[in-house]
């Protein structure tokens, strides 16, 4: 993540309306391949990453005058990022009966085995079907904690959760994770 020196210019640039779209150009370059890679894995379908961090940056330059400030600007980002990714696996659970249901669990399995198999090891594919077997929020404080480092307080300011829920989601995520590379291991 960038220093908030840098953060404060962005803000600065998005704010002065002669320098909003090299501002937000600054912006998307320094956070995007983060946000797209969190979008990523909570959806697997490379298109449908995509698609959501179309929306997502549509949204965020939509809003860029309603920013408070309360938040740093990844952070913030990072929340509609988040949002956006459920918004695609609530389109795909319409199919199922829960964004928790197998079936969608099972739907992103194969869809990481098609589009992933030949760029990752066989090691890869494993733990990462381990994570697609988390129920959704389990799986987005595994995401959040592990592989973008947040903070519990980063997470809750992201999810609206409280500290100590996410704690237990994410330890739960990590036994559950254990278990089944334990019992699929090749």
């Known amino acids: 993540m960038r220093s908030k020196a840098t953060e404060i210019e962005i803000l600065e640039m998005l704010r002065n309306p002669q320098e909003r779209d090299r501002g937000f150009r600054l912006l998307l370059s320094t956070y995007g391949d983060k946000l797209y890679w969190h979008i990523r894995r909570m959806v697997v379908s490379r298109e449908d990453a995509e698609d959501a961090m179309q929306e997502m940056s549509i949204k965020v330059y939509s809003k860029l005058d309603s920013f408070k400030g309360d938040s740093s ?44 198999a030949v760029e990752c090891s066989a090691a890869e594919i494993i733990f990462q079907e381990a994570l697609l077997q988390l129920p959704t929020q389990q799986r987005l404080a595994f995401n959040m904690r592990y592989y973008d480092e947040l903070t519990y307080e980063e997470m809750a300011a992201v999810t609206g959760k409280n500290v100590s829920t996410l704690k237990s989601n994410y330890h739960f995520a990590v036994e559950k994770v254990k278990k089944f590379i334990k019992e699929n291991a090749i």
């Open 73 to 116: 600007l990844f952070t913030w980002m990072y929340t509609i990022a988040t949002n956006e990714a459920l918004q695609v696996l609530r389109k795909q659970a319409g199919l199922f009966r829960s964004l928790d249901d197998s079936d969608l669990a099972n739907s992103l399995v194969d869809t990481l085995y098609a589009e992933n």
